[in-house]
């Protein structure tokens, strides 16, 4: 195993606790290739020159960002702490399982990479010889409650003869840092409530600090930094300030980039300052230190910055802030709001400040009155209105009905019967949910939505950010999640559906009753992390 050199320089959970600080985090996206190729050793050089920049608090290292096989994160993340900067390595689900997930983080801490940001990721968008098969074996919130676990040296497996580890090999808690990803810029309320919600289960999950998604609405990122204050959610943010081009630009409102949204009017910006003779380059350097700005004014802990392979322009971008006064953020704050027509707002606006208050808009309470809800349940499919129905009377732990199901499924485990019974669930399921005989059913859970069949990325404790306007990033799919929300908002369930206890499936459960697992108490219901 390489050497590494212990810190130089407080963590980064160290740095954040520090009174009035204010974090520069730098963005780096690996390569296609080896460490010691060409574009390996440009690539180290890169980071290098990062590494040795007091100013820069950490490098963070995506995985596989936007679905393409790069080289692995701890690679280049091991290069920065070699060099006595933090690196934050980003964590997808979207290659491994649980397993190797944990086999991961153990081998990173092992490494001195004790940083982590936690997401689901990207579906693939290419492969060898044709479309990698995405793993989402679990999510982003079930990966924090994971490594959280392992952080604490609580147990990771079941114990049931296949391990049982704890923590680090002696069963001593770890120093992680966990992170987690927001991604406030949605247009319409379905999309952008859930988003807040999972927000929220993230940091029960372990979430240890927060950075938004890429996006340019000053108003947005106010409304989240005033929500989470409203919710009690003390944790730090990172407000993501990605350098423009006018080539990214093009490449973001094409919508190349799942969850980024950037907007005509926007485009037409970067399209005029793209065409001057330093190609938009002193323009976008003073767009980025104006959103540093912002970040800093709305309270936020940092600026993470995307789409920067030189320490110079990190200077000059920070430099250009440095020159701005205190309360100049105001004025960009009304200058960079670019979001798509008709956004819904969650809380309302202050007309001097064009900022949100700690209020709900008016619109959004009138939704919540209880004869708009008994008026919007006539919008509601009725077939979610059945399904209500069974589970109240049947389903529910608290039915009933339920205990006669439970001794009913007792009885056919004891005399071996029930085969024709999943054969019957499978007969009512298929064509209902286009069921996947998962075993593990988390239908109550999305609101009667199968999330094996029409979530690509299986998400069963709430949205990925990858969604634009209620659409999956997948083409041709809507987001169920956004579905969901849209069935339960009738019935004042909304806020509940993601306050629960979150869900792990059991692949063991696979091809056998998910009728009879929820009445025996052997799927998520019970047997999960909080069950």
Not at 338 to 349: A, V
């Amino acid at each position: 195993m390489t050497d590494v050199a212990p810190p130089i320089r407080p963590s980064l959970r160290e740095r954040f606790a520090a009174p009035g600080a204010f974090l520069t985090v730098v963005e780096l996206v690996p390569w296609r290739g080896t460490l010691d190729d060409d574009i390996g050793r440009r690539a180290r050089n890169a980071a290098e020159a990062l590494a040795g920049d007091p100013a820069i608090d950490a490098i963070s290292v995506t995985d596989n960002a936007g679905g393409h096989a790069m080289a692995s994160p701890d690679v280049l993340g091991h290069e920065i702490v070699a060099r006595g900067t933090e690196a934050i390595v980003h964590v997808a689900c979207r290659d491994r399982n649980r397993n190797e997930l944990l086999s991961l983080g153990w081998r990173m801490a092992s490494e001195g990479l004790n940083n982590w940001l936690v997401l689901s990721g990207d579906y693939p968008t290419e492969g060898y010889h044709g479309l990698a098969r995405p793993v989402f074996d679990i999510d982003s919130v079930v990966l924090l409650r994971m490594y959280s676990d392992v952080a604490t040296g609580r147990p990771t497996t079941d114990g049931g003869g296949h391990g049982g580890g704890r923590g680090d090999a002696a069963g001593h808690p770890l120093p992680l840092f966990l992170g987690a990803v927001v991604s406030p810029f949605k247009r319409f309320e379905r999309e952008l409530v859930p988003q807040y919600q999972k927000l929220e289960l993230k940091i029960r999950s372990g979430a240890n600090f927060i950075i938004g998604q890429v996006g340019y609405d000053a108003r947005r990122q106010a409304e989240l930094m005033q929500w989470m204050a409203l919710r009690g959610l003390e944790r730090p943010v990172l407000s993501n300030v990605y350098l423009l081009t006018r080539g990214v630009a093009r490449v973001f409102h094409a919508d190349k980039v799942p969850g980024v949204t950037l907007t005509d009017e926007l485009l037409a910006v970067a399209e005029k300052q793209g065409a001057s003779e330093d190609k938009g380059k002193a323009f976008f350097l003073e767009f980025a230190a104006k959103q540093v700005a912002i970040a800093r004014g709305l309270g936020c802990a940092g600026a993470y910055l995307g789409g920067i392979t030189r320490a110079e322009d990190v200077g000059r971008i920070r430099e250009i802030a440095a020159s701005f006064g205190p309360d100049d953020w105001r004025s960009f704050a009304r200058e960079i709001q670019y979001s798509p027509p008709d956004q819904f707002e969650l809380l309302e606006t202050d007309p001097d400040t064009g900022l949100p208050t700690d209020r709900p808009h008016p619109a959004y309470a009138r939704s919540l009155a209880p004869a708009a809800r008994r008026g919007a349940r006539r919008r509601v499919p009725w077939t979610y209105k059945v399904n209500r129905f069974a589970h109240d009377k049947v389903f529910d732990p608290e039915a009933p009905l339920f205990p006669a199901a439970q001794r009913f499924y007792e009885g056919t485990e004891r005399f071996r019967i029930g085969w024709p019974l999943h054969v019957l669930e499978q007969a009512v399921k298929i064509p209902l949910y286009d069921c996947r005989d998962c075993g593990d059913c988390s239908l109550p859970d999305v609101a009667y939505l199968c999330p094996e069949s029409h979530c690509s990325k299986n998400q069963r404790n709430g949205p990925c950010g990858g969604s634009r306007d209620g659409e999956c990033e997948v083409v041709g799919k809507l987001c169920i999640w956004a579905q969901a929300y849209e069935r339960l908002k009738p019935y004042g369930e909304e806020e509940a559906t993601l306050e629960r206890p979150i869900v792990v499936t059991d692949n063991a459960l696979r091809r056998t009753s998910a009728w009879a697992n929820a009445f025996l108490g052997r799927d998520h219901s019970a047997s999960g992390p909080d069950g």
